[in-house]
């Protein structure tokens, strides 16, 4: 069975940074695209970023380009999202999804973390 | 960029048939995926690639694209198909996935 467990969520300044971790099991990681989708409370889903299989392509929303890196570790199947300079609206839950590399469908997704930006 | 339009809300009664619809500029030269969320819960692939279904999601639900709106099908509305319905597609021209606004599915 497919899995994709979040982890890393919780409570962040502005100005902060976060590291949020999806944990991927039940298929062969290396070989799919994997993607963040965030969501904010009583909002619609955004993209965020995808990555090659390879992790050497990778997509950026423009609203997340130059705070975001998402990167993978495909010896330990995870997938990684770095949150720097966080802003209030970068609150929301963040899902992990699997597929979504360069217009794949995104065939999985994860129960997600809830990031929430606050002084 | 490239922009998907949804309306916000389509109410249906049980056993009938609803359609959702996703526009979008040639929307017809793109592959179109659909997602469903019930609430509280995480998206679920209901379909991809216009048309095509997971082995998991009843034939009930069907997709189709033609000229500048994408249209999801549920037929013989059930309790169980209220959610909210993403449509989704990737916009080659910027490498950028793009989501409409979402369809609220309220079964009377």
């Known amino acids: 069975e497919v899995q994709l467990l979040e982890s890393g969520g919780g409570l962040a300044q502005p100005g902060g940074s976060l590291r949020l971790s999806c944990a991927a099991s039940?298929?062969?990681?290396?070989?799919?695209?994997m993607s963040w989708v965030r969501q904010a409370p009583g909002k619609g889903l955004e993209w965020v970023s995808s990555?090659?299989?390879?992790?050497?392509?990778?997509y950026y929303a423009d609203s997340v380009e130059g705070r975001f890196t998402i990167s993978r570790d495909n010896s330990k199947d995870t997938l990684s999202l770095h949150m720097s300079s966080l802003r209030a609206e970068d609150t929301a839950v963040y899902f992990c999804?699997?597929?979504?590399?360069?217009?794949?469908?995104?065939?999985?997704w994860g129960q997600g973390t809830t990031v929430t930006v606050s002084s | 960029s490239y922009v998907l339009t949804q309306p916000p809300s389509v109410s249906v009664a049980p056993g009938e048939t609803a359609s959702l619809t996703c526009g979008g500029n040639?929307?017809?030269?793109?592959?179109v995926q659909w997602y469903q969320q019930r609430a509280g819960q995480a998206p679920v692939l209901v379909i991809y690639?216009?048309?095509d279904r997971p082995s998991e999601i009843p034939e009930r639900l069907s997709g189709s694209n033609s000229g500048n709106t994408a249209t999801l099908t549920i037929s013989r509305v059930e309790a169980a198909d209220e959610a909210d319905y993403y449509c989704?597609?990737?916009?080659?021209?910027?490498?950028?996935?793009?989501f409409g606004g979402g369809t609220k599915l309220t079964v009377l």
């Open positions: 989704q597609v990737w916009d080659g021209s910027n490498d950028h996935w793009v």
């Open positions: 040639s929307i017809e030269g793109k592959s």
């Open positions: 039940g298929f062969t990681f290396h070989s799919y695209g």
């Open positions: 990555s090659s299989g390879s992790g050497d392509s990778t």
């Open positions: 690639y216009d048309s």
């Open positions: 999804a699997k597929g979504g590399g360069y217009g794949d469908p995104m065939d999985v």
